[in-house]
């Protein structure tokens, strides 16, 4: 559940486009006609992936960057004086 929890956010930023395009665009279903759990399903087996790629890559740019600002000369000194 923790696994699940450090990826909501991404879940959350994705799952609307992961249902409008692969679900209501692909399949041709429409919402709120009685397939309402089939959509459940498939959006989440399609956004968990997605989310968890998308955290991936998000946490390997911010170490970049937070690897570039630490060994920058002079990194952290600018306005702590």
Do not use: C, K, N
Request: proline residues 4%; charged residues 10%; hydrophobic residues 55%.
């Amino acid at each position: 559940m923790v696994w699940l929890g450090s990826i909501s956010y991404e879940y959350f930023l994705i799952h609307v486009m992961v249902m409008d395009i692969v679900v209501l665009d692909v399949f041709g279903w429409s919402l709120f006609t009685g397939s309402t759990w089939p959509i459940v399903a498939v959006t989440t087996v399609i956004t968990v992936p997605l989310s968890w790629a998308l955290a991936r890559a998000v946490e390997r740019v911010r170490a970049a960057v937070a690897a570039q600002r630490t060994s920058a000369p002079g990194a952290g000194a600018a306005g702590h004086e």
